[in-house]
Structure formats: structure tokens, C-alpha cells
């Protein structure tokens, strides 16, 4: 679909569309790799999507992370976490010998330290491998691909290989001729790391590969993929390396202001994320064209994305460069509805789902309206003794998306064994639970979500395993020991009662889907 006038009729869930599915990340997959992967595990839980009637995957961010691992903090907005790359997948490809990916590794978490090494040694093996002559039939592939993918491949793939050369943490610690990008210092680097280079591409192209795999695999079986879209990049990337002019930086490439919210539910200074703001201006100058390849570059592998910190769109929260709190920020204007318009015309739709939660102000539902994107509510966010609160199941409506909670928050019985009496009583009244227990607050929201006026209704994987604080994915505010939480292979068995009970809950709440769906056709 590419008439924009088309598009614009067709709001992102038609009238009666009901559906429903689980927010996992692809990392917290089991896999005897140490990190979840696309691989089996990865068609295996599509397959536990599609028996129990969910019709939506919903992962965090793909791209490959930086600082503390986090998802949301990633070196490109272009490129995938080569640690996603499925060795499983390489041994049958003949680029890898089954002994080779042998290793020892927790189970229900991610040990950062041992399976980054881990994965960049096989990497390189495949690398010498491909380069010898294995696998001549994938060559001409592999060269289109990075012929496709030029316009941001090429300076990913150096800036990775000086990284790595130079051991640094920031593009910043670099030699200055290097940091602005001087062509003949660019020229030399390409030249002495053509062989590290080529190994990132190689394996960006394989993991593009896989990943498609699994898409065509996930639409055969009538599950779609939501993708995630982190507002803000990275400081330290390539994006901020190679434009730094979209972005508010003093002469030494080093921002002026840093994103963050203000005082909020979870913090109260609020949180400074570090983030580089945009120069809105220079992006409008140029029609958009770097966000509007960075959506592109999403949706070539799921089918709808999730706009994270929407009201960024409208407005975001600017703090000044050395603040020790965000309390000192103020509200900026975004570029609302004018990129918008620009997406809609390029797109020819918006397939977007709009995380329009924390600090709001008028600009942001009005934005929501005029394009018709659906909304976000979260039931851990309900209970407030407020009757009026918007999360509240009686105020959601159709075009929007419910869930229990998000990554951001405590699994669903952790957070009821934390809620204050009152707020307790609020959630047993609403469920119509006389003597509540917090064993009952996961499943309960659940049904309270797939009851609800919401076209779409999601629940962490934790929340369908009744999990406790073990479960929990991130805790905002802290640095270390998120990104970590795996399932194990029990969890996602097929035997394993939460899948009955979430087929039966779904076909009782008709959320029953509707394979070809105007928001999935805007996406295709």
C-alpha cells in the first residue's frame, strides 16, 4: 500500500479487531548459546504463540547494545545485535562445526562477560571460514546485501572496527581527525581494517538472513512481530558519529543537552538517560530522511513498530549537559506533526503503536488523535484511588493497547506484594475478589487486559508464569543486573498449564485476531 490517501482512511485497528499476544525479548529465549537467539528457540515459542490463539510477539530493541547491555542504549539504529546471531543455524549453514560452540553457561540468566567473548570468537571463525571459500553460494548474497545496505553498513561497520582498534568506550576518545570524520584519516582506517570490517558486515548479513527466516516463519503460523523504536540514540554510536549534525552537539561533538524526564513514577528527581537531543531543524532540512530510514530499516523485520517515548514527538525534557539530576530540564519542542505527515506520505501508513506514557502534556493526545496511533495503558499504572485514572479498564478504548505491566515494571506479583493496602483493596474490589492474595494479581490483571475495550491486549511472559521478583527484566534507575532475566525450556513447553489456560482466556474474550488487518497491510 503506498497511497498515503488510502492509508489515512484506515485507522491502525479497523473497527472489531480483537486480539492478543506477549511481550518477550528475543535475549530471555532458552538457548544452550548463553543469550536467547533466532534460532529454534525462537521457532519453538512462535509455534507456543500460534496453539494457544495469540496472533502478536511483541521484543524489545534489536540493535547491538552498548552500555550496561541495554536495549535501549545501542550502538546503531541500522544494525542488529550480532549476538542474536543463531551458531545453531551456522553449523547448519557449514560455517561453523558443532564442537566449536560448545560452552558452559547459566540458564535462567544472561552472564554478559562470558557470552560476548563467546559469540565474537565464533563470529570470527565464520568469518575465515566464508573468506576461505565455505559457503561460495552465499557470496553473491552477502555482496547485495551490503550493496543494499551502503548507506549505513559501511560507517557501522568502521566505526565498530576502530572501536574494537582503539578499546574505547566513546567514538569521543578517538584521534580528533578521526572523531570529525577527516576523509584521509577515514581512508587509512578503512584500509587497515578492511579485514575486521568485512567480518561486521558478514555479519550483519547473517543475521539479516536468520531474521527473515523467522519473520516469513512467524506470518506462515498468523503471528505478527512488534518491533521496538528507542525515541533517543546513543551518545556513543554510529548514528551520532556519522550525523552529527542532526544532533545538538557543541564544537567537540559533545552535547549541549541531554534527554531525560522529570521527576516521575520512578524516580523522584527524575532520570537522566544521557541521551544527545535532536537538532529538529536539520532533520526537517533534509525531509526527515535519516528517521525515515531508520523506520525502514525496522520494518524490514517485523511488521508493526512501538514508538517508545512518544511524547518525545511532541515535546521531550532537555537537561543541560553536567546537570547531576533531570529536576533542571524543560520541555523542548519535538517535531510533531510534521514529521508524522512526512512518515504517512513516505510509509504510505503508520504502523506504529505509540508508548504515550509518564510526564503529559495537551500536545500528546492531541497528536495521538489527529493520526489516529494507537495508545498505550498499563494496569500496574490503574491503581491509584483515582477514579478517573486513565489506565483503569473502564476508560480504555478501542484504539489503543493494554498491558499488565512492561519491561520497565515489577512482574505483576512483585508489584501487588509492594502496593499499599488501599490500592490493594481498589485491585480486589475491580476483580471482585473478596479475600485477595498477590499469587492472584498476575493472572487476574491478565484477564482484566483481555477483557478490556482495547483492540490489542499484551502480558509479559512473566506475568503469564505468575513469576516474582526473579522475573524482573529492568528496574529503571539502576545500572547493573538488568537485561539478564531467560526462560527456560519448561516455561515455554507446550504440557506447561498457562498455555491452555491463555488459549481458553482468549477465545472467551474473542480476541480471535484478524490475520489481514489494515494495520498489518500498512506494514507489508
Not at 4 to 26: D, E, N, Q, W
Not at 123 to 139: E, H, I, P, Y
Not at 426 to 441: I, P
Request: with cysteine.
Amino acid at each position: 500500500m503506498n497511497d498515503c490517501k488510502t492509508a489515512r482512511k484506515i485507522p491502525p485497528f479497523p473497527s472489531g479487531y480483537r486480539a492478543s499476544g506477549v511481550l518477550l525479548h528475543l535475549t530471555s529465549l532458552p538457548s544452550p548459546y548463553g543469550i536467547g537467539d533466532v534460532g529454534p528457540s525462537a521457532f519453538t515459542w512462535i509455534d507456543r504463540l500460534h496453539e494457544s490463539g495469540q496472533h502478536w510477539w511483541q521484543a524489545l530493541p534489536l540493535g547491538p547494545t552498548g552500555y550496561g547491555n541495554s536495549p535501549y542504549s545501542c550502538l546503531s539504529s541500522f544494525a542488529g545485535n550480532g549476538l542474536l546471531i543463531s551458531p545453531y543455524f551456522l553449523i547448519e549453514d557449514g560455517l561453523l562445526m558443532a564442537d566449536e560452540c560448545d560452552g558452559t553457561f547459566p540458564v535462567k540468566t544472561i552472564h554478559y562477560a562470558s557470552v560476548i567473548p563467546f559469540k565474537h570468537r565464533l563470529l570470527k571463525v565464520v568469518w575465515n571460514r566464508f573468506r576461505a571459500g565455505v559457503r561460495k553460494d552465499l557470496v553473491s548474497a552477502y555482496r547485495e546485501f551490503c550493496e543494499s545496505r551502503s548507506v549505513w553498513l559501511e560507517d557501522y561497520a568502521l566505526y565498530r572496527a576502530l572501536k574494537a582498534a582503539y578499546k574505547s568506550d566513546s567514538y569521543l576518545d578517538w584521534a580528533q581527525d578521526l572523531i570529525k570524520r577527516e576523509a584521509p584519516a577515514l581512508e587509512r582506517a578503512r584500509r587497515e581494517l578492511a579485514n575486521e570490517i568485512d567480518q561486521i558486515r558478514l555479519a550483519q548479513f547473517l543475521l539479516s538472513r536468520q531474521a527473515q527466516r523467522l519473520k516469513d516463519y512467524a506470518r506462515a503460523q498468523g503471528v505478527r512481530l512488534i518491533g521496538d523504536l528507542p525515541f533517543f540514540v546513543s551518545l556513543d554510536s554510529s548514528d551520532v558519529w556519522t550525523n552529527p549534525e542532526l544532533f545538538d552537539l557543541d564544537e567537540q561533538r559533545r552535547p549541549r543537552f541531554v534527554a531525560g524526564v522529570p521527576p516521575d513514577y520512578f524516580s523522584s528527581t527524575g532520570q537522566l538517560w544521557g541521551n544527545p537531543v535532536y537538532n529538529w531543524k536539520a532533520h526537517a532540512e533534509t525531509g526527515y530522511t535519516w528517521f525515515l530510514a531508520r523506520i525502514r530499516a525496522l520494518l524490514a523485520h517485523v511488521d508493526v513498530v512501538r514508538l517508545d517515548h512518544f511524547r518525545g514527538f511532541a515535546s521531550a525534557w532537555h537537561v543541560p549537559a553536567g546537570a547531576s539530576t533531570a529536576e533542571s530540564g524543560e520541555w523542548v519542542p519535538g517535531p510533531g506533526a510534521d514529521l508524522f505527515n512526512v512518515m504517512r506520505s513516505k510509509l504510505g501508513g503508520l504502523p506504529f503503536i505509540a508508548e504515550d506514557l509518564g510526564a503529559y502534556t495537551r500536545d500528546v493526545p492531541a497528536l495521538l488523535e489527529q493520526f489516529q496511533i494507537p495508545g498505550t495503558r498499563v494496569l500496574q499504572f490503574a491503581f491509584d484511588g483515582s477514579e478517573g485514572n486513565m489506565h483503569l479498564p473502564q476508560h480504555h478504548n478501542h484504539n489503543s493497547v493494554v498491558y499488565t505491566g512492561t519491561h520497565d515494571n515489577p512482574p505483576s506479583r512483585e508489584w501487588c506484594e509492594r502496593l499499599p493496602e488501599p490500592q490493594q483493596r481498589q485491585l480486589w474490589e475491580l476483580v471482585k475478589r473478596s479475600n485477595g492474595d498477590c499469587r492472584d494479581a498476575a493472572p487476574d490483571l491478565i484477564r482484566l487486559a483481555w477483557s478490556s475495550q482495547a483492540a490489542l491486549a499484551v502480558t509479559p511472559l512473566q506475568d503469564l508464569l505468575n513469576l516474582g521478583h526473579l522475573g524482573r527484566m529492568n528496574e529503571p534507575g539502576t545500572a547493573e543486573g538488568n537485561w539478564r532475566w531467560r526462560a527456560t525450556k519448561q516455561m515455554i513447553a507446550p504440557e506447561s498449564f498457562q498455555w491452555q489456560w491463555l488459549k481458553n482466556l482468549t477465545m472467551s474474550s474473542n480476541r480471535i485476531g484478524l490475520v489481514q488487518s489494515a494495520v498489518l497491510e500498512t506494514a507489508s
